[in-house]
């Protein structure tokens, strides 16, 4: 059976920590940042973990 190709878009978007789990950024942080309030944009900024829902379909797309 062949090897499963890593998605390269997956690749840049999603980090594996140690335990498994999967790192993800935050959307709607890229622009149109002046009508966001401070507070969002600091919140937006953090990393956070993937949610169950979406784990195997991204880590089919990690080859994991």
């Known amino acids: 059976m062949p090897k499963i190709k890593t998605s390269s878009s997956a690749a ?9 789990k999967i ?5 709607k942080s890229s622009h149109i ?3 966001k309030s401070p507070k969002l944009k600091r919140h ?3 990393v956070t973990l ?3 829902a979406d784990e195997k ?4 797309m990690l080859g994991i």
Request: no cysteine; glycine share 8%.
């Open 12 to 20: 840049k978007r999603f980090k594996v920590t140690g335990t498994g």
């Open 23 to 27: 790192l993800r950024h935050h959307a």
């Open 33 to 35: 940042k002046t009508k």
């Open 44 to 46: 937006l900024r953090s």
């Open 50 to 52: 993937l949610s169950k």
């Open 57 to 60: 379909r991204v880590k089919r």
